[in-house]
């Protein structure tokens, strides 16, 4: 909670992914992608709910089988109309600002997201988020907005925006909304590194992540890791990313 509004972070995960099908339910240092997402979140000062919004098709059991033994909640909804499945997702999480984190990003730090959630109401802002532009690694993506927000979104967005959910503030109708960013600091203005897990090269380097990094680490442990071994970068450096927002 913070300044009277519960807070909850909704986790956008499925199993279908086209180019690493499974890929949140991968191991990293013996541990599930999304059970270490679930786990690094806890340790947020804000955030009262962890919720998994994942799809209703039968590949995606999986996913709620780890819920029910991390007792974290989860809603299983509409595969393709991610807008929705998001909004559903934040009914049940009994929360008034919700915190966006996808499935792909097993190095969230609980201190940057944090960092988006003062921003918010530090600049009572209608949408924060440190992803315009571009500052951080990627992997360490985190928007946060009202669930009322949330709810007129899905009420009005049409075509892309149920996909991506946010493009509906930022990209279509920007001039609605007053938004605040994140920049990242000098050590962790890094956008060219991949922390995400997309492809067989991403998970190379977060198992090499993993395996080598304390429990606990932050981005700026992760940022320290790449300057000191720079094969890391080049193992991922070719993949293209897509739009890490379609969960």
């Avoid at 940057?112 to 440190?130: A, K, L, M, P």
């Avoid at 992540?209 to 450096?237: C, T, W």
Wanted: net charge negative.
């Amino acid at each position: 909670m913070y300044q009277g509004k519960r807070i909850g972070a909704i986790i956008l995960a499925r199993m279908r992914s086209s180019r690493l099908p499974g890929k949140v339910m991968l191991s990293l240092n013996g541990k599930p992608v999304l059970q270490h997402i679930v786990e690094r979140l806890s340790n947020s000062k804000y955030l009262d709910n962890i919720i998994i919004a994942t799809s209703d098709d039968i590949s995606c059991l999986p996913i709620e089988n780890l819920c029910h033994r991390l007792n974290c909640s989860i809603y299983r909804g509409d595969e393709e109309d991610v807008l929705d499945r998001f909004t559903r997702a934040s009914r049940i999480s009994n929360v008034d600002i919700v915190v966006r984190i996808t499935g792909d990003c097993p190095m969230v730090d609980w201190r940057i997201v944090d960092q988006v959630i003062e921003g918010y109401f530090t600049y009572n802002c209608d949408y924060s988020s440190n992803v315009n532009p571009d500052t951080f690694p990627i992997g360490f993506d985190v928007e946060v907005f009202s669930t009322g927000l949330l709810e007129y979104i899905n009420e009005f967005a049409e075509g892309v925006d149920r996909k991506h959910i946010t493009t509906y503030i930022y990209k279509t109708h920007p001039e609605k909304y007053k938004m605040f960013n994140l920049k990242a600091t000098k050590l962790l203005h890094h956008p060219e590194y991949r922390v995400t897990l997309d492809t067989l090269e991403d998970y190379i380097v977060l198992h090499t992540l993993f395996d080598i990094l304390e429990p606990g680490f932050s981005a700026e442990d992760v940022v320290r890791k790449f300057l000191a071994l720079p094969m890391l970068y080049h193992i991922n450096s070719k993949v293209e990313q897509k739009d890490w927002r379609v969960g």
